[in-house]
Structure formats: structure tokens, C-alpha cells
């Protein structure tokens, strides 16, 4: 909340206003009773002011405010997805993608290990498989001796 004070009044950056105020009020006023006036004007205020009993009946009223409910609403204003959150959200999809990234190489690597061993088999048991040069001409002699 970038709230800040100018001049007693509450300024703020946000579209809605963070602090808002709000009263509703009922009002009652009574005439003043002649006892009361006479208390005023012969007191220290009355003396001093030179009020008399007729100018403090005249000029004053009891005003009494009463508020209608005795609750009170706060709406804050706070954002949702900040700069902090964002950094972290983005962060978390590198990390996956560099992983899966890091993942798929292993992969390939492994795949072409694997094929290169299999390959590197099959040509040792094709050559295990194949009979020597002195067989072949031992095979061929007994065929041609028959």
C-alpha cells in the first residue's frame, strides 16, 4: 500500500482508494433550558465574552450526533501476482524445461550408447559365428574329397 499524507488527507497510487471513510450520522437538537443559560453567561466563558443569559438562549443549541450503525467496513486494496511471485513463476518454468531439456540429452546419450553396444555385439558373434579361413578350406577340402 503506497499510501502517503498531504496536507492531513490520505493520497494513494491505487485505482480505488485504499482508505475510505464513511459515517452516517442522525442529529437531534434541543433548545437550551434557562438554568443552563444562566450557568453559561455568569461563568468564566459568559464573563469573559460578555454574554448575557438571552444571548447564550439565542446563539446556542444542544446538537447532539448519534451514528446509525456501529460497525465499520475496511476495503484494502492489495495486489494479487507481485514482481516477487512473477520471478519465482518464471524461475519454476525454466528449472522444468532446463530439466526436461538436461533429461532429453541423457536420453540421446543413452540411446546411442545402447546402439553402439548392440552393434559392437552382433559384429563379435557374426564373426564368432563365422568359420576361420583354415576351416573354410578344411570344409571345402571334405566337400571335394566326398
Not at 485504499?18 to 468564566?44: D, F, M, V, W
Not at 459568559?46 to 438571552?54: A, H, I, Q, S, V
Not at 486494496?77 to 516477487?84: G, K, L, R, T
Request: charged share 25%; proline share 2%.
Amino acid at each position: 500500500e503506497s499510501d502517503t499524507e498531504h496536507n492531513g488527507e490520505h493520497t494513494c497510487d491505487c485505482w480505488v482508494p485504499c482508505r475510505h471513510y464513511s459515517y452516517e450520522l442522525s442529529t437531534a437538537t434541543t433548545a437550551i433550558s434557562r438554568e443552563y443559560a444562566e450557568t453559561k453567561a455568569n461563568g468564566k466563558e459568559g464573563e469573559r465574552l460578555n454574554f448575557t443569559t438571552d444571548d447564550v438562549l439565542k446563539n446556542n443549541i444542544i446538537l447532539e450526533a448519534y451514528f446509525r450503525d456501529m460497525y465499520v467496513q475496511e476495503i484494502s486494496q492489495v495486489p494479487e501476482y507481485s514482481f516477487w511471485n512473477l520471478l519465482a513463476d518464471v524461475g519454476g518454468m525454466l528449472g522444468l524445461f532446463l530439466g526436461a531439456s538436461v533429461f532429453t540429452i541423457i536420453d540421446f546419450i543413452r540411446y546411442v550408447v545402447n546402439y553402439t553396444y548392440k552393434k559392437y555385439k552382433n559384429t563379435i558373434q557374426r564373426r564368432r559365428k563365422q568359420p576361420s579361413q583354415s576351416e573354410r578350406r578344411k570344409v571345402n577340402q571334405k566337400t571335394i574329397t566326398l
